[in-house]
Structures are given as C-alpha cells and as structure tokens.
C-alpha cells in the first residue's frame, strides 16, 4: 500500500506522512518544492519519509509518472494558499488549484482509487459572527483563492461521477510546528513569530476582533489518515468535511497567546487600520458531522496549538519581521490594501 501525497514536502503533507510512515504505511511525494514556501528544498525532501518527485501538479504528465508505482490511496494537498495573493496572480492560482486538482483526481480515477482532496473554509466566504458554518452552507467565496478552491470542489465531483471515493476536507487556519515562516503572504501566526524574535511589537490588521478557528495540524493529519481509511457511506461516494477545532478566537486573543507563549518575554499589540483585499471578519467551523460519523475530533485547543508552535519554531531559521510589511506595501501599491498602514 502506497499513499501519493501531493504537496507532500509542505507543512501538512510533512506531518501526514510522518504519520502514516509510522504505521508502516508508503508514502511517496509529488511537490514542486516552491522556494516561496521551502526555504531549503533539499532539507524538506530529506525530512519526507519516501520518495520525492519533484514536478507540477498542474501538468497532467506529472502524473502519469506514477502510473506503474502502485499507487492505493491519493492525498492532493498541492496548492497555492495565500489569500490576498490570489487576487493579483489569478492565472496562476486557477491553473494550479483547480488544473491540479482536475489531474489529480483523474489520476485516482484510472488507478482505482480512493481521493482525499484538501478545500479551505475559504469557499464559505464571509462567516457568521455567532453561528458555526456547517458543510451545507453554500459557496460565496470572496477571494480568487476560495474560487479556485470552490471550482476545484465542484470539478472534482463532477470528473469522478462518484466512481471512486473522493472526501474533500475543508480545513479552517491550520497551524503547528513546520508551518512556513518566510512566506509573507500567509500565516499571521509566522508573522507574530518573526516580531517575537525580534522583540517587536505584533501588528494586528483591524480592530483585532475579526474572528478565527485555528485548527493544530495534527488534528487535521489525524482526519485525513481516518478519511484514507475509512469507506464511505453515502451513495454519492462523496463526503465532504469540515476541519476545525470548533472554537472561536479573535486575533485579538490569538496575538496574547502569542505572547504568552513567548521563551523571551513579553512585546507589546499594536492594531494598525488596514484590512486586505479578501480578507473576511469571521470563520468558525461547526463539526458536528466529524462527531456523526465517528471521524477523529480536534484534540488541541487554541491556546495550547498557538504554544506549540511558536515554542517548537523559535530556533528555526525565520524571516526577517519587515518582510510582512513589505508585503503590506506591495498589496498598497496594487491597490488591494484598504485603509491606512
Ligand atoms: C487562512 C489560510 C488559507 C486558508 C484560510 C481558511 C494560512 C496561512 N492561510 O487565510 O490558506 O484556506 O485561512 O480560512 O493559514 N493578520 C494580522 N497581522 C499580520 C498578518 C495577518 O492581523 O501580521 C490578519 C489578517 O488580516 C487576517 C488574519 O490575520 O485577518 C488571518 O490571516 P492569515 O493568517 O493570512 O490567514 P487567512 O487569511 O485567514
């Protein structure tokens, strides 16, 4: 048995593969290795614990190359996942999020076998400031990216005909040890890190009372390992998740765990009155359908992910803190940046 994880050298994938090599089962990796995301791509391929092949997602061929390997089982992790990125590199993000799930799911459809493709929360768009967002709610995403993955959903459904088993996850913001830290175009938590080190004040975009679900990376390895492994009931041949640790935060509340969790004491939070192209106020997943059908539940809370990422990355080689503002500026000069900085 052979898992074909794409994106498998990324933060997930990293984490999933571990997993699953640990129980003796075969992992191999199709992965691009993109630089903006792998600081050091020959250390991510050492770190993957099976073979990795290094080629596009969003080239059909880059599949056919696994057409003798055995391949039982695809994870299609592949993709492109900043936000306010999404929506000055369009093209590109179409051709690899919904091209690369088109591919991968074909490729599951002429081996044979079962699919577990990653979403986001982002096809949801805007949340509801008190309610969970349960997987019926309809597709309004607000940014190119949760378009294409929206897109990648529905033309994943569509190529399958339900004739293999295709569970789409969509993860809310997932975080933990080995999440990127240089990419400046995601991950508020990296960019609390980065400020932490070196003893800056965190800047929070906004009032800092938008909401957030940040879900530990474990438990989301933990769903897509039960999701490999576990038929699916529905006639469709479809399920569709929901991931998340089903508790609200704000990113108010996410800068002080930060904070707390700091080896080198206390920084100050300073809110700056910007909101990115994109960017929506709230998201929360509701999990109920994890508990209904008996698939693994979060087991870490906010507080105690936010610890375990930033005391397990302190030593790692970071970005340099001004790199998120330069971000900032960049989305100013295309004129996706609302307000002031
Ligand atoms: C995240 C994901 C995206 C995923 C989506 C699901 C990451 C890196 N991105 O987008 O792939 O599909 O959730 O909903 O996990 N902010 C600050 N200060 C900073 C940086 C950001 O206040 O220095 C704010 C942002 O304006 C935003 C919030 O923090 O309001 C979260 O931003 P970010 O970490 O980029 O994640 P999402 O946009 O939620």
Not at 167 to 184: C, D, F, K, S
Request: aromatic fraction near 6%.
């Amino acid at each position: 048995m052979t898992v074909l994880i794409t994106g498998g050298a990324g933060f997930i994938g990293q984490h999933l593969a571990a997993r699953l090599s640990e129980r003796g089962v075969a992992v191999t990796a199709l992965d691009t290795l993109d630089e903006q995301v792998h600081s050091d791509p020959e250390a991510s391929k050492r770190r993957f614990p099976g073979e990795v092949v290094v080629a596009d997602v969003a080239d059909p061929a880059s599949f056919a190359h696994f057409d003798d390997a055995g391949i039982t089982a695809v994870v299609h992790l592949a993709a492109e996942t900043g936000t306010s990125q999404s929506m000055y590199e369009q093209e590109h993000y179409r051709r690899v999020n919904v091209g690369g799930t088109v591919n991968a799911v074909e490729a599951a459809h002429r081996w044979g076998v079962p699919i577990v493709a990653l979403s986001s929360r982002a096809v949801y768009g805007e949340g509801d400031p008190v309610k969970a967002t349960t997987e019926d709610t309809p597709h309004r995403p607000l940014s190119v990216y949760g378009e294409t993955k929206s897109e990648g959903e529905t033309a994943a459904i569509e190529a399958l005909r339900g004739e293999v088993p295709l569970t789409i996850i969509r993860p809310q913001n997932v975080i933990g040890p080995g999440q990127a830290l240089h990419n400046p175009y995601t991950g508020v938590l990296s960019a609390f890190l980065a400020k932490l080190k070196a003893h800056e004040p965190l800047t929070v975009y906004g009032t800092g009372e938008q909401t957030r679900d940040f879900v530990h990376v474990k438990d989301l390895a933990a769903l897509i390992d039960w999701a490999l492994f576990t038929p699916i009931a529905d006639e469709s041949n479809v399920r569709i998740l929901n991931c998340g640790s089903g508790v609200r935060i704000t990113l108010n509340d996410l800068a002080r765990f930060a904070v707390a969790a700091s080896p080198d004491g206390p920084v100050e939070i300073t809110h700056i009155e910007v909101k990115r192209a994109g960017d929506i106020d709230h998201a929360l997943a509701d999990i109920t359908r994890l508990k209904e059908l008996g698939a693994p539940v979060p087991q870490w809370q906010p507080a105690d992910a936010v610890r375990d990422f930033i005391q397990a990355s302190w030593n790692d080689e970071g970005a340099d803190p001004s790199v998120w503002d330069k971000a900032l500026d960049e989305l100013a000069e295309r004129g996706l940046l609302e307000g002031d900085k």
